[in-house]
């Protein structure tokens, strides 16, 4: 296992089933923030369906937020796992597309179809990208009303809450918490791209 560790944290190359053997070596020994952290790794490297339902059935164990185990979730992981040939797909027709009607000099027309093609485009970027979420990895972790010490304390984490991040701001994360935003430090998140 130390060698397998080596290459996931210094070498920095670690496939996915990599990086899932070691959530099983993990999750065998005990240790289920590992067993979290190595699962959402492979999660954020190549989407699966059953990786997340481990993932869910991990955290129910433990009594943990942000993992749903629902079948609108499994629809998004499915979408997630077809974002990027998704998006060459798109990127590529729209080259094509372009190529093609300056080849036959097309007229205004054809350009504003090509421009509403180019438009939805756009909107696959926007709203299907993936979002990064961030692993708790600190007990007592606190949630905080804003981006400061002095700000209202919301709650406290556990070891392993997921929380989608929605930005950040100079040491802290702005996440989703219970259908609003709250602010942890940056040193107490750890975020899975």
Do not use: N
């Not at 210094?10 to 070691?22: D, I, P």
């Not at 040939?85 to 080849?103: M, N």
């Not at 509403?116 to 696959?124: D, E, F, K, S, T």
């Amino acid at each position: 296992m130390p060698a397998f560790r080596q290459q996931v944290w210094q070498e920095r190359r670690a496939s996915s089933e990599l990086l899932l053997k070691l959530a099983y070596a993990q999750q065998q020994l005990g240790h289920y923030p590992a067993a979290l952290l190595y699962l959402s790794l492979a999660q954020a490297r190549e989407p699966r369906v059953r990786t997340w339902r481990q993932l869910a059935t991990l955290a129910a164990q433990h009594r943990l937020v942000g993992y749903p185990a629902t079948w609108q979730q499994e629809l998004r992981v499915q979408a997630q796992r077809y974002y990027y040939p998704g998006l060459q797909a798109l990127l590529a027709g729209a080259v094509v597309g372009a190529i093609w009607l300056l080849w036959r000099r097309s007229r205004r027309t054809a350009w504003l179809s090509y421009a509403a093609c180019v438009g939805l485009v756009g909107i696959y970027l926007h709203f299907l990208r993936p979002k990064p979420a961030g692993l708790v990895a600190r007990a007592g972790t606190v949630l905080m009303a804003g981006p400061s010490a002095g700000a209202a304390w919301l709650s406290t984490a556990a070891i392993g809450d997921r929380l989608l991040v929605l930005g950040r701001q100079d040491i802290w994360y702005r996440v989703r918490w219970q259908q609003r935003e709250a602010y942890v430090r940056e040193a107490d998140l750890l975020l899975v791209e």
